[in-house]
Every structure is written in structure tokens, then in C-alpha cells.
């Protein structure tokens, strides 16, 4: 069994900073790639950022210079820094990841439960 557990979301003022943690956790031999989507209210879901094993990133557009994803192998973890958070911002925030599960070595995408970021302008 593998889980993706979200923690850091809240409310904040525009122009601060949140920071979003992800574990996972389980049966694990490898994870390819982790990422942050979110979701805001009436819309679609959009991916925020990601990270490969190797520690190359990708970003949105809308939040490009104002977050940093990053990663610790060793403790299959990744990070989501938000600054200079904007109203847009807000929404629900789910980490994605592509895990080697140990047991039947299939590589599957497993998601979290989502943590609630609220900007208020």
C-alpha cells in the first residue's frame, strides 16, 4: 500500500507565503516524478508544479517566480514553497506521484487527499 499525505495549507494575506508538504509513504521502490496540482473554485484542475527524481522542474506560467518545488529522495518527500501568494492562488492543492510500488514493481499514479490554500485580497 502506498499514501500521499498533504499538510501546509491555510489561510493567508496576499502577499505571504505558504509552504505545502507531501509525504509518501508504504510500500516504495522508486518515485519518477512528483507534483502539485491545484483546483480553484469553478475551475479546472491545472498542474502548479513538478519534479523528477533528478530534480528537474516545471512550472506554470501563473506562478512561475513565485513558487519552488523541491524534493528529498531519501525521504520521499516533496516540497511546494508559495510566496508572494495573489487571491488566485486559492483553491485545493493535491500532490500527485509516479511510484514503483516495492511489491508488484507496477508503476502507478497515486494522489493525495488535498489541502485547502485560501488567499484573501
Known amino acids: 500500500q502506498v499514501q500521499l499525505v498533504e499538510s501546509g495549507g491555510g489561510l493567508v494575506q496576499a502577499g505571504g507565503s505558504l509552504r505545502l508538504s507531501c509525504a509518501a509513504s508504504g510500500t516504495i521502490a522508486s518515485i519518477t516524478l512528483m507534483e502539485w496540482y491545484r483546483r480553484a473554485p469553478g475551475k479546472e484542475r491545472e498542474l502548479v508544479a513538478s519534479?523528477?527524481?533528478?530534480?528537474?522542474?516545471n512550472y506554470a506560467d501563473s506562478v512561475k517566480g513565485r513558487f519552488t518545488i523541491s524534493r528529498d529522495n531519501a525521504k520521499n518527500t516533496v516540497l511546494l514553497q508559495m510566496n508572494s501568494l495573489k487571491a488566485e492562488d486559492t483553491g485545493d492543492y493535491y500532490c500527485?506521484?509516479?511510484?514503483?510500488?516495492?511489491?508488484?514493481?507496477?508503476?502507478?499514479?497515486?494522489w493525495g487527499q488535498g489541502t485547502q490554500v485560501t488567499v484573501s485580497s
Open positions: 519534479i523528477t527524481s533528478g530534480g528537474s522542474t
Open positions: 500527485n506521484a509516479i511510484i514503483v510500488e516495492a511489491m508488484s514493481m507496477m508503476q502507478l499514479s497515486y
